[in-house]
């Protein structure tokens, strides 16, 4: 069992906030399933990117309390399961804390395995793209949670 799901991307305001938030309206009836996002870069105490944040309100979810944090050590090792964005930044996990190595996956696992670019200073349909991306990725994990 997941108690605790840490998704991760550079700097915490686009990509990782969605994820998070979008588990946090699927899982409303699993209570005892923490999740929480950080990133590799994070633009700390940032809030939401304010596109995502749009796209997230215009789907029901508001994500106004928002703020980036960094990823940490402890953030890592406390985290039941690591979701990311792109292998790159699972290499920076794993340079991080190479014994969480088992227990990170790309967010798009289930389905293509493909790469979620960072829409961060892009259109707002790069940012639509996205988010439809990272909804259906999170659709995929809900079986497994």
């Known amino acids: 069992m997941f108690n605790e799901i840490l998704i991760v991307c550079i700097g915490n305001i686009c990509r990782s906030p969605t994820g998070e938030y979008l588990f946090k309206q699927k899982?409303?009836?699993?209570?005892?399933v923490?999740?929480?996002?950080?990133?590799?870069?994070?633009l700390v105490d940032h809030?939401?990117?304010?596109?995502?944040?749009?796209?997230?309100?215009e789907n029901g979810i508001d994500a106004g309390d928002h703020k980036a944090r960094q990823l940490s050590t402890q953030m890592l090792v406390?985290?039941?399961?690591?979701?990311?964005?792109?292998?790159?930044?699972?290499?920076?996990i794993n340079s991080l804390a190479p014994q969480v190595s088992g227990?990170?996956?790309?967010?798009?696992?289930w389905s293509s395995g493909a790469a979620i670019g960072d829409?961060?200073?892009k259109s707002r349909e790069a940012f639509?793209?996205?988010?439809?991306k990272i909804d259906s990725f999170t659709n995929d994990w809900l079986?497994?949670?």
Do not use: C, W
């Open 27 to 32: 899982l409303t009836n699993k209570p005892n």
């Open 34 to 42: 923490k999740v929480h996002s950080a990133g590799v870069g994070a």
């Open 47 to 57: 809030p939401i990117d304010e596109t995502a944040g749009q796209l997230l309100l």
């Open 78 to 92: 406390d985290a039941d399961l690591i979701l990311t964005m792109d292998s790159s930044l699972i290499k920076s």
């Open 103 to 109: 227990k990170i996956f790309l967010l798009s696992k």
């Open 119 to 121: 829409p961060y200073r």
């Open 128 to 132: 639509e793209h996205v988010y439809k």
């Open 143 to 145: 079986k497994y949670l």
